[in-house]
C-alpha cells in the first residue's frame, strides 16, 4: 500500500514539484498546490471531506490535517484550505479550519473546527484556536485559548514569504536526492 492513496474513487491530486516524505500519508480528497513539502509522521486525510492546500506550503514533521465531516450536528461540514505561502510547524493540529495565504502556524497549535485564519498571521507556538474563532490580518496570537497580542511589523511580515521560500529549496534539495 502506498503513502499517497484513494479513498472512496478519489485520489490526492499533488501539484508539480511537491515533495511527500515516505513516511507521510496522503489519503483522498486532497490537492496541493505546487512547490508544497509535507514531512515526515505527517497525516493529510481527506476522507469525509476536501483539503486543499496552496502553492509553496510546508507541513512539517507529526501535523496532522483533517477535516469536519456533514452530519445532523454540522450541516455541510467543514473542508480544510490552505492559502498559499502556508508554512505549518511540528506537530501542528489543522481540523476543518480555514487557513488564508503568508501564514505561520506555530509549532504545536490546534485550530480548531471552522475557525478562519486571515492572511498574514502568525499563530504562535502552543495555541489552541477554538472552533468558529477568526484571527484578523496582521496580527500575532498567542495563547490557550489564542489571544490578540499586537500588529505584525514589517520585518515579520516579510518573514512569511522568506520562510516558504526557504522550504521550497529545502524541499528541492531532497527531490534531487531522489
Known sequence: MTNVRSHKGITPDL?????????????????TGDDCSIWP???VRGDMHKIRIGDR????????????????????????????DVTVGHKALLHGCTIGSRVLVGMGCIIMDGAVVEDEVIVAAGCLVPPGKKLESGHLYVGSPCKKAR????????????????YVRLKDEYLNEA
Open 57 to 84: 506550503c510546508s507541513i512539517q514533521d507529526g501535523s496532522v490535517l483533517h477535516i469536519t465531516h456533514a452530519s445532523d450536528y454540522n450541516p455541510g461540514g467543514y473542508p480544510l484550505i490552505l492559502g498559499d
Open 151 to 166: 500588529a505584525l511589523s514589517e520585518e515579520e511580515r516579510s518573514f512569511f514569504k522568506y520562510t516558504a521560500a526557504n
Open 41 to 43: 509522521m505527517t497525516v
Open 15 to 31: 501539484g508539480e514539484r511537491t515533495l511527500v516524505d515516505p513516511s507521510a500519508v496522503v489519503i483522498g480528497d486532497v490537492k
